[in-house]
């Protein structure tokens, strides 16, 4: 299958085994990619059953009775590498998380996600949240069943052994109070960042129209400027932008909008972030646990330290600025530095989450973390959600959503039976931040690379401090080896106040 | 899974199970067509593992002890309706086939031919076989291998064993049979045919460049023409044309030449044939062994009954060079229908079997055919495949390759373990005639919609007399229900003699 030992002992025997199993699941990656950007939508019903056969066909390859019996031989006598044996703790996770759940209920919930997905895309456009409603309070009586099969297993609660698929030990009460200290610090500063910013020139957007085409040349020049390989991959278009496929073949999407470039590029170094993270795990380990991105979170702080940090600096402002106005042409002004920096800065207390800057974003986040466990936990019905909605959205950022499509049914990730999932974003953005800090403390020249669009030296530090250790450490460990402190938000919290007060 | 019955009793446990099976390869076909249109290089060796794991899991699914039972058990109170019974029936052969073959066979030959062809895209380029003649060699030992164990289960000899899983029931000696028949017609007639062709007018090519863009916007406005809907396909470029995917998601290719327009059109038109019967199978016996298409020569009959005998008509000819010259634009007259005709049937003995017109191109299939009976028997040493082609075409043909990329080194086929596949490609010829003169029969005003680049009645005619019975009929009995007789080349060699002479 791969390099793993296909030798007769236990741990080879296991690591072959989930070698087989990463390979199905790299081959559901591509056909989840050709989903959203190539499958007509006639083949819709069967792509949905060909991932929830593959999505059964992984599960039982997980969960066949020798594997019990291999992992308790392993551990007797565990392999003597260091990774090795964390690849055999991880191994053991994954055994306890797929033997909690039957696999007629991982099918059920793969067809149930599939089926509430194509719901929800009508009931979005349609701003109807009734149209998904009882599709959503379906999914969601499957998601609780795994939840609550899936924490004694872990000895965890219901809502930590979702939120542990996402990011491995990092629990409600860790990212509660996270979030509690960014309520107060958002309480504190939010007006006062928007009074400075109302006291400071307006941008000025640069005129269009962008051709499509151009955009997306320039974003794939980016994208490679970056340092992602076009032997290994991809980018298209999608409605949504994501970062699939597998490591060696990298699928990176966009949507372009011809009036308006910047938010399209940004996008796009965005995903190149998590993409650079997949092709930095180490070879060696493909197909082992250990060899997999550490998390969702982590994978995030991936994609914002190039986005937020790097890409959204003066220094690389300037870079960019110059590059989209050789590409688009028009008056030089609105490309300058200072400018785009207002624009692409820019903070707004808007509606979608996807959208909004990184003061407001965990805003979006807190609102979701809560209403998530509040569902899981039968405390808010499925029927009040829009209303819960609109008052924590008063609570947190001083408006409600003009209407469902602005609300709760901006996002894909519940209608696809993705609960536990949103923290992340949040926890990447902090650790982000946590990893530039302590990237410039050993980067000095960092600066002037950004300058010129090179960001060779941090990509060299976190290929070293993250992208080579994959799965070795949980995020705390991570961020202990890779910037001497556990997870701690203080440094996000003081990038803030240098760039927007 | 489907509509199957997934009772409990034996039969639809089968049904159940085949649905899953035919599900996963439906997961291996989309692989596939990414591999060809959309993969970069670098994911080219993950593909090769994805598709050998899928190629072994598909297997195994179909060898688990539970099966023979299950097939016993079902034999013993077979279904009740007609379709079920032959459905039982071909799972019974689909299972003889499986477990005729050991598992780590199948991943071997999955695994070698993967890399076998990859090695053969550099020997092609470079027109040296001696750099594949290893790893033809080595994947030609276990196609032997299967074939000496599939040959014994099935009651058959080996290389009609692989002819078997191409097109059921056709044997080597009902090919041999038919292309020797053809053989003495070629030289009994070809030398006429090319001194009448050279007393016409020679035919003018229509002067490009012909941008690719509007190329294939042409080719896939044909397409719909004929009866593709966008919602269930898709048409996009790769190296070679082919028709991939699933029966509601049809993904059709080709390749584009700015020099030369009228190549991709027909071999659009062609791929389309093949798209049009995907399309057409009964969506009610859908992931079942019956309703797959019947075989490799019906499914070629399908797309040369579009591409030769609908398209290359006389009456079609006057639709396409209108749309071609309403397209492209220049001068008219190349585009007119006596100078398309003279264009597009001109007949040639050329070195490359995809180039060759309708006449000669049975030599060129009579001549692998002989070959791969050679090698897999052992008569012909792979390294003498060279000097043995150079033969055979002269006695075929009258010349001889000038180099290896137009000699042995031109198809993919045997590269990538296809033995027993060519016959299919002029069976199928003669089957497209057969049905034609029989379409025609009750198709009186079938010109008169030809003219104007309607096919639906043709089409129509083919949704029930070959589409809607699948796999119901092997060739002889299909041929037979649609045409009243059994497969017999005297149609087409009817269909040359009006054509040609």
């Known amino acids: 299958m791969n390099d793993a030992p296909a030798g007769t002992d236990a741990y080879g025997r296991l690591a072959s085994r989930f070698a087989r199993i990463a390979t199905v699941r790299e081959a559901a990656a591509v056909l989840d990619w050709d989903a959203s ?34 992992l308790a031989a392993a551990e007797a006598s565990p392999p003597a590498g260091a990774w090795e044996a964390e690849n055999l703790r991880l191994m053991r996770h994954a055994h306890t998380r797929a033997t909690a759940l ?71 009460a860790q990212a509660g109070a996270i979030f509690t200290a960014y309520e107060a ?26 051709p499509i085409a151009a955009q997306e040349a320039l974003a794939w020049k980016l994208a490679q400027r970056l340092g992602l390989e076009p032997e290994h991959t991809r980018l298209d278009r999608s409605v949504h932008p994501f970062c699939g496929g597998t490591h060696t073949d990298v699928r990176i999407t966009s949507r372009y909008n011809e009036e308006e470039a910047a938010t399209a590029m940004m996008s796009v170094l965005h995903e190149t972030g998590h993409a650079l993270y ?35 600096s003066d220094a690389f402002l300037g870079y960019l600025g110059r590059e989209m106005h050789a590409a688009f042409g028009g008056d030089a002004a609105p490309y300058e530095k200072a400018n785009l920096a207002r624009l692409l800065r820019r903070v707004e207390r808007g509606h979608i989450r996807v959208d909004a800057d990184e003061v407001t974003y965990p805003a979006h986040v807190i609102l979701r973390f809560r209403l998530e466990q509040a569902l899981l936990a039968g405390d808010l019905q499925v ?16 408006n409600e959503p003009p209407d469902g499509r602005r609300g709760c049914l901006q996002d894909i990730h519940w209608y696809s039976g993705a609960f536990g999932y949103f923290p992340s974003y949040s926890l990447g953005a902090m650790a982000a931040a946590q990893l530039m800090a302590a990237a410039r403390r050993s980067l000095p020249d960092l600066d002037a690379a950004l300058a010129e669009g090179d960001v060779s030296q941090l990509l060299a530090w976190l290929r070293r401090e993250v992208h080579a250790r994959a799965s070795l450490f949980g995020m705390d460990a991570l961020m202990q080896a890779a910037t001497g402190k556990p997870l701690d938000p203080a440094d996000f919290l003081a990038h803030l106040r240098t760039r927007y007060l």
């Open 37 to 70: 950007t190539m499958m007509p939508a006639g083949g819709g019903a069967a792509r949905g059953e060909q991932l929830a056969v593959l999505a059964g066909i992984a599960h039982a390859m997980l969960t066949e009775p020798q594997v019990a019996d291999d």
């Open 102 to 172: 039957p696999a007629d209920l991982v099918e059920a919930l793969a067809r149930a996600s599939s089926d509430c997905e194509k719901i929800w895309r009508g009931a979005r456009a349609a701003s109807d949240f009734a149209r998904v409603r009882g599709a959503l309070a379906g999914l969601l009586r499957l998601v609780r069943e795994s939840a609550a099969a899936l924490g004694p297993a872990l000895g965890l609660s219901p809502y930590d052994a979702l939120m542990d698929d996402n990011q491995r030990g990092v629990t409600a």
């Open 185 to 210: 610090f958002l309480r504190e500063n939010l007006a006062e960042i928007e009074a400075r910013q109302a006291r400071r020139p307006a941008p000025v957007s640069p005129r269009g129209p962008f």
């Open 278 to 312: 997949e092709r930095g795990l180490p070879p060696a380990w493909a197909r082992q646990p250990v060899g997999q991105a550490a998390g969702n979170a982590v994978h995030e702080s991936q994609s914002l330290i190039m986005e937020m940090q790097a890409c959204r």
């Open 383 to 398: 029927a009040d959600l829009p209303g819960a909605w609109a008052e924590q959205t008063r609570a947190l950022l001083g």
